[in-house]
Nanobody
């Protein structure tokens, strides 16, 4: 069982930056791929970024490429999402999730955090 806790969300203006953090309850090194998803009101949950814990490979949604960076600190069992040049359309609840494969499909992820709200004003 893995418990995930997100933090770092908030209210910012367009063009600002935020760094989200996700802390895992136990060692996940080489065990899980970690992903960030987001869900805006009335919309489906969508993939934002993912990272391979052992190899450091990453994947991004086209909408965030060049603006967001996913990283991990295996010693701290943590994954991060650095979000730069934020836009109002980035407003959503952001979720951290763990899976056995690097996938853009939320159904592939068996463990989820509770989410953290990110609101970007224009």
């Amino acid at each position: 069982q893995v418990q995930l806790v997100e933090s770092g969300g908030g209210l910012v203006q367009a063009g600002d930056s935020l760094r989200l953090s996700c802390a895992a309850s136990r060692r996940t090194t080489s065990s899980y791929y970690m992903g960030w998803f987001r869900q805006a009101p009335g919309k489906e949950r969508e993939f934002v970024a993912g990272i391979n814990w052992s190899g450091g490979g990453t994947r991004y949604a086209d909408s965030v490429k060049g603006r967001f960076t996913i990283s991990r600190d295996n010693a701290k069992n943590s994954v991060y999402l650095q979000m730069n040049s934020l836009k109002p359309e980035d407003t959503a609840v952001y979720y951290c999730a763990a899976a056995n494969i690097l996938s853009v499909n939320p159904r592939s992820y068996g463990y989820w955090g509770q989410g953290t709200q990110v609101t970007v004003s224009s």
